[in-house]
């Protein structure tokens, strides 16, 4: 434990407008990533200087002050964080902190194969993993550049690391994909990994493409369309696909997100479903995010960011203030999101995930 955290004080936790304690931060550490999925990367990437994404000294101590205002568990996030140089280093110093609960990774796996053992090292409790399918073609339509054989061998790594539970991330596209819902429920459970559904998001207004690969060729469910015309495939539809196979019972674990979860048959396998679209779960939101530029997101389906980054600079430094800003911010918090309404300023972001942050 560090000096810096023995001696700072507990501060008034931050609870937003409508009641809810903040206690989850997603810390994105890079908007860079080896892969291009198509629902999370702008179709035309402008790369952010060097100068405008955060240290890893930044990146700390907006954390630290983060977990002394009543943050409890910390996701790291990108782009794909493991391509962020010395990423460890600030992972092991924010892991240290004795009011942090939880320290979790969210990864597209490829590096795992390098960095599993040092994660678990440095106070990792839980990694989630991107895998939209396990069909070689689509799979690379998905990502642009990956390769489902780099991904399989990220998942061996963190297990042989001793990740007790491993939990996969799918976003399933309108089409043939959906065929696939039921056949990376199995997976799942085959090798005793959880699975979490998410409905994709229309965050980027300028798309271009939105990564419905497979859609030809298969009649039957072909997903929903909000009011600005980006399909998704409802929770509720992927449901009702693995209601078709397997026997799922509700459960009232609580994992500090958004997942509503089911067990799979006589399985210990969790399935999660993600439904920002079209089963709001605001009421119980506890997260903000942080992107890499340091700007402060208090609702992912909203507009409004905070500029923290100056702040942090600011010569003299100026803690007050940085403080302030943060509170703030969450004192605008938002009861809820609306995607697909249109009057409203949540409607189709033109801000990509992998600036905002996964």
């Known amino acids: 434990m560090s000096e810096a955290h023995r001696s700072v004080p507990a501060r008034t936790p931050l ?14 550490v890079t908007d860079r990533c080896n892969m291009r999925c198509a629902y999370c990367a702008s179709p035309t990437i402008t790369k952010t200087s060097s100068q405008q994404v955060l240290s890893l000294e930044e990146l700390e101590r907006l954390a630290t002050l983060l977990i002394e205002l009543g943050i409890r568990k910390i996701r790291i996030t990108g782009g794909e964080p493991l391509i962020r140089r010395n990423v460890i280093d600030l992972i092991s110093r924010i892991g240290t902190h004795p009011r942090l609960n939880e320290l979790a990774l969210t990864t597209n796996g490829t590096l795992l194969p390098r960095y599993a053992e040092a994660l678990r090292r440095a106070g990792v409790t839980r990694i989630n993993i991107s895998l939209d399918s396990l069909e070689e073609r689509r799979f690379l339509r998905r990502t642009g550049t990956g390769r489902l054989s780099q991904v399989l061998d990220g998942i061996a790594a963190a297990r042989a690391a001793g990740f007790e539970r491993i939990k996969l991330n799918a976003v399933i596209s309108p089409g043939a994909h959906e065929l696939e819902i039921p056949q990376l429920a199995a997976f799942a459970a085959e090798h005793g990994f959880d699975l979490t559904f998410i409905e994709q998001m229309p965050i980027d ?3 271009t493409h939105s990564g419905h690969s497979g859609h030809s060729g298969h009649s039957g469910h072909s997903g929903h369309s909000g009011h600005n015309g980006d399909p998704f495939v409802p929770a509720q539809q992927i449901l009702q696909r693995l209601t078709e196979r397997f026997t799922l019972t509700p459960v009232a674990t609580d994992t500090g997100g958004p997942s509503r979860y089911y067990q799979l048959d006589n399985t210990a396998t969790l399935i999660g479903l993600i439904s920002p679209r ?15 530029t340091g700007q402060l997101i208090p609702c992912l389906g909203s507009a409004a960011t905070s500029d923290l980054r100056a702040l942090l600079r600011a010569t003299p430094a100026m803690p007050q203030r940085l403080e302030k800003t943060i509170r703030t911010a969450i004192a605008r918090k938002p009861r809820g999101h609306a995607f697909d309404d249109p009057p409203s300023q949540c409607a189709a972001l033109p801000r990509p995930m992998h600036l905002t942050g996964g």
Not at 15 to 28: E, F, H, V
Not at 278 to 292: E, G, K, L
Request: charged share 30%; with cysteine.
């Open 278 to 292: 079209s089963q709001h779960f605001c009421d119980r939101c506890n997260r903000v995010r942080i992107t890499a």
């Open 15 to 28: 609870i937003d407008p409508y009641g809810r304690p903040i206690t989850y931060l997603r810390l994105s």
């Open 205 to 207: 207004r300028d798309r």
